[in-house]
């Protein structure tokens, strides 16, 4: 089993409509939940982190943890064609480590 | 400061030869990663150090792969002898082991071909 499981899609919106990404993860003992978003060719930038239960907002961006189901997700709202990307869902391990979820392809239609 | 520095940037090699890819991690950091990024696999941990120490090889692929940090601001990826299924681009990034909440920070990445 690996340890982040994404949707890997393609997913597919149209501009100025929400997306939503969703990540599972199995190291229960895990405290930090991370998105990267990844341009084709380019390396992994962080969009947004969340370490407690419940909602974290960021502009457009919206983060929200599980622990109890081990779920972690992320709504872009208003999506923008400038949104495409492949996001990956990263969980820092008990020992430190990060972990990558194979990452989901979005597309926002213009 | 100027980031997760990784050298070279593209690989081209003959399937046989010695490979060897670099890292400066951003300074202050004591945690370092070693990932390979395919379109298959996605994007998988190789090897982690802290505090220049190996901690965990255990997505090393083979004996061919192996890794090094010296010191607290390098580290090399090497895979000798190369083979085509090596071909990916191969990521490094660092974070700040006393913190669990920082995220790791990602070099340019050297994307390799073995022909």
């Known amino acids: 089993q690996k340890e982040v499981e994404q949707n890997s899609g393609p997913l597919s919106v149209p501009e100025g409509a929400i997306a939503s990404l969703n990540c599972t993860y199995s190291?229960?003992?895990?405290?930090?939940f991370f998105w990267y978003r990844q341009y084709s060719g380019k390396s992994p930038e962080l969009i947004m982190s969340?370490?407690?239960?419940g909602d974290k907002e960021d502009g457009r961006f919206t983060a929200q943890l599980n622990k109890a189901s081990q779920y972690v997700s992320l709504l872009i709202r208003d999506s923008q064609p400038s949104d495409s990307a492949t996001y990956l869902c990263a969980v820092r391990g008990t020992g430190n480590q990060f972990y990558f979820g194979t990452g989901t392809s979005l597309t926002v239609i213009p | 400061d100027a980031g997760v520095i990784q050298s070279p940037r593209h690989e081209v090699t003959e399937m046989g030869q010695e490979v060897t890819l670099r890292c400066k991690p951003i300074s202050g950091h004591n945690s370092l990663f070693w990932y390979r990024q395919t379109m298959m696999r996605g994007l998988e941990l190789l090897i982690y150090?802290?505090?220049?120490?190996?901690?965990?090889d255990s997505g090393m692929p083979e004996d061919r792969f192996s890794a090094k940090m010296p010191n607290a601001s390098f580290s090399t990826l090497k895979i000798q002898p190369s083979e085509p299924r090596d071909s990916a681009v191969y990521f490094c990034?660092?974070?700040?082991?006393?913190?669990?909440?920082?995220?790791?920070?990602f070099g340019q990445g050297t994307r390799l071909t073995v022909v």
């Open positions: 990034a660092s974070s700040l082991r006393r913190n669990p909440n920082t995220e790791a920070f």
């Open positions: 969340i370490y407690s239960n």
């Open positions: 150090f802290n505090n220049n120490v190996p901690i965990d």
């Open positions: 190291d229960r003992g895990s405290q930090s």
